[in-house]
């Protein structure tokens, strides 16, 4: 069973899949974020790589996201890419990941690549006020990836915006399910996790189509 998780830039959808994995239970959940795969960029000087759109699809390796869930789906392992979002580049190394019943990924283009979604058994976007997405990602980017605040408020207004506006936004057309206030919505997730646990149990599978 696969479970596609999208929404805007500090929606909760890394904390919604984490709980998923959680009640669930870990022996049974992999779960794959799509920021694992951003595109190496050693071969720019440090400041091109600054100037790059980090909000659009194109940053993102999707035809090596696409193989991976395959992979995963099939029931082998991949390794998958470490990235270091402070020096915009790729790990040498990698973290395996074995393929369990349930697959969890989750990332701002799950619904909106063509090639992922007919891999999703359920797919849900993850909604949260715009104001609370941004204070988030603010956090987030000073305190985990080495962000200014200045640097953080200038990318938000000349591409994270834009380009939800333009991708992720739009995708929510293909979601089974609308989750709004991510992890906080503790029925919502009570309903996934019922259905997964359905599922692992031989009920009914998740719609596909």
Aim: aromatic share 6%; proline share 7%; with cysteine.
């Amino acid at each position: 069973m696969i479970i596609g998780i999208a929404g805007g830039t500090g929606s909760g959808k890394t904390t919604v899949a984490r709980r998923i994995q959680e009640e669930v239970g870990p022996e049974w959940v992999t779960l794959l974020a799509q920021d694992a795969y951003y595109r190496d960029l050693s071969h720019l000087a440090p400041e091109e790589r600054e100037r790059v759109n980090f909000d659009h699809p194109a940053a993102i390796d999707l035809d090596l996201l696409v193989v991976h869930l395959e992979e995963l789906a099939a029931g082998r392992g991949i390794e998958r890419p470490v990235y270091d979002f402070t020096t915009h580049t790729r790990c040498p190394w990698t973290e395996r990941l074995e393929a369990r019943p349930v697959i969890v990924l989750e990332g701002l283009f799950v619904l909106q690549e063509p090639r992922l979604r007919p891999l999703l058994d359920l797919r849900i976007f993850v909604e949260a006020d715009p104001d609370v997405r941004f204070i988030r990602r603010l956090q987030r980017d000073v305190q985990e990836r080495g962000r200014t605040l200045e640097s953080v408020i200038q990318q938000y207004l000349n591409t994270v915006r834009p380009m939800h506006l333009e991708f992720v936004e739009p995708s929510r057309r293909h979601a089974h399910l609308i989750l709004p206030e991510g992890g906080c919505n503790e029925v919502g997730i009570g309903v996934v996790v019922e259905r997964v646990r359905a599922w692992l149990s031989g009920g009914n599978p998740c719609p596909s189509s």
